[in-house]
C-alpha cells in the first residue's frame, strides 16, 4: 500500500488544515499508531491510526468561526484599490447585539482569520471568516457539496426553456455547471441553491438566459442561515451550530 504523506492524510480525514497539520507535528502533538511523530514530510499508511494531542484539541476549541452580513462595496478577501476587505468591519463596537454566543472578542481573533469563500464586491450577505482549516475545508475544499442559497433580483426577458437551464444545463469556463434549484421567489426575484462556487457564476447563469441580475444577497450556507444578521453586523458561530 503506497504511503501518504502525513499532513495530508490528516487534512483528508477532517482533523485540521494541512498548514495546521504541519504545525502541530513540528510542535510534536501529532501521534501515528500512539508514536509521537515531530519530522514534516513524514509519510504514513492511510490505515494508521492518528490522533492529536490534547493541546491540539484544545487550541482547536479556542479557533473562532465568524458570521458577517457583508454590505456591497466590500470585498470579501484581499482589498482591492479603492474598496475596503469585509474583515475590516470586524471589531468589538459592529459585534451583533443579539449574539448568543458566551464568548468575548478579542482582536487576537483576527489574526489568521480568513474568508471560507468569496461574495462579490457587489454582492450582501452571509460570509464565513473562520481559523478553523476544517471548517474552511468542508465549505471550499475540492469537491465541497454544502448547499448555498441566494435571494436574485433581476430584470430583463427570460429565454424560452430559460427556468429549466438555470436549474441544469448551462455552462460555464467550458464546463457543465452542477444541478442547481432555482425558482421564482416573486414576479422579479428568483431563488438560486448551489453547490458550486464560480466567480460570479449567478450573475453569469442569468446572462445567458437573457436576465440581468440587479441585486443578490447570501441568505444560507449549509445549516446556517444569514436570519436577522443586520447588514454590516457579525457574529461567532454558536457551539451548537454546524455547516
Known amino acids: 500500500m503506497e504511503k501518504i504523506r502525513l499532513s495530508k492524510l490528516m487534512s483528508q480525514r ?7 497539520a504541519d504545525n502541530y507535528i513540528q ?3 501529532v501521534f501515528v499508531d500512539g508514536e509521537r511523530i515531530t519530522e514534516l514530510g513524514t509519510k504514513i499508511c492511510p490505515l494508521q491510526k492518528i490522533t492529536l494531542d490534547k493541546a491540539a484539541q484544545s487550541q482547536q476549541l479556542e479557533q473562532v468561526t465568524i458570521l458577517l452580513n457583508k454590505p456591497v462595496g466590500y470585498v470579501s478577501g484581499q482589498p482591492e484599490p479603492g ?4 474583515i475590516s468591519l470586524i ?4 459585534r451583533f447585539p443579539g449574539d448568543r454566543a458566551p464568548q468575548r472578542f478579542n482582536p487576537m481573533h483576527l489574526r489568521g482569520l480568513a474568508p471560507a469563500g468569496r461574495l462579490d464586491i457587489d454582492s450582501s450577505g452571509l460570509l464565513v471568516f473562520t481559523q478553523d482549516g476544517r471548517i474552511a ?7 465541497s457539496e454544502v448547499e448555498k442559497e441566494y435571494l436574485v ?5 427570460l429565454a424560452v426553456q430559460g427556468l429549466t437551464l438555470l436549474n441544469h444545463g448551462l455552462s460555464l469556463d467550458g464546463e457543465v455547471l452542477k444541478q442547481a434549484r432555482v425558482v421564482w ?3 422579479d426575484q428568483l431563488r438560486f441553491i448551489l453547490r458550486e462556487g464560480k466567480k460570479r457564476q449567478i450573475r453569469r447563469m442569468c446572462e445567458l438566459v437573457g436576465l440581468k441580475v440587479t ?3 447570501r441568505v444560507r450556507i449549509g445549516n446556517v442561515k444569514l436570519g436577522e444578521l443586520p447588514l454590516g453586523k457579525w457574529r461567532f458561530l454558536g457551539r451548537d451550530e454546524a455547516f
Do not use: M, T
Open 14 to 20: 477532517g482533523l485540521c488544515s494541512r498548514r495546521e
Open 27 to 29: 510542535r510534536g502533538w
Open 83 to 86: 474598496y475596503q476587505p469585509a
Open 91 to 94: 471589531s468589538q463596537g459592529s
Open 137 to 143: 475545508k468542508q465549505l471550499i475544499g475540492k469537491g
Open 153 to 157: 433580483r433581476v430584470e430583463g426577458k
Open 185 to 187: 421567489q416573486n414576479k
Open 215 to 217: 441585486g443578490l444577497k
